[in-house]
Nanobody, 118 residues
Framework: EVQLVESGGDLVQPGGSLRLSCATS????????MTWARQAPGKELEWVSA????????YYAGSVKGRFTISRDNAKNTLYLQLNNLKTEDTAMYYC???????????RGQGTQVTVSS
């Protein structure tokens, strides 16, 4: 069974930083591209960033490029998202997602809440 468990969310002030983690199990992690997505209250799920299985290519939404960094440790089966220079509009539930491009097999974790507020 595929399991994705996110952690690291918190309440931070604008300009602050957080590091999100996603511990995975139940599949061969290194063989899959992985995605971070987020959902703000009343809004649809938004793609944020992705990384290929070998961690050679990374991709970012325009709204987070230059502020967020995606990475992975295939030895630990763990995905990360470093969030810097946080803005109030970054407030959302953040999800780790497997198979983002295949909605019929897409799997996401329970999410971790990031709240940016002064």
């Amino acid at each position: 069974e595929v399991q994705l468990v996110e952690s690291g969310g918190d309440l931070v002030q604008p300009g602050g930083s957080l590091r999100l983690s996603c511990a995975t199990s139940g599949f061969t992690f290194s063989q899959y591209a992985m995605t971070w997505a987020r959902q703000a209250p009343g809004k649809e799920l938004e793609w944020v960033s992705a990384i290929d299985g070998g961690a050679k290519s990374t991709y970012y939404a325009g709204s987070v490029k230059g502020r967020f960094t995606i990475s992975r440790d295939n030895a630990k089966n763990t995905l990360y998202l470093q969030l810097n220079n946080l803005k109030t509009e970054d407030t959302a539930m953040y999800y780790c997602v497997k198979d983002w491009n295949n909605p019929s097999s897409r799997v996401r974790g329970q999410g971790t809440q990031v709240t940016v507020s002064s």
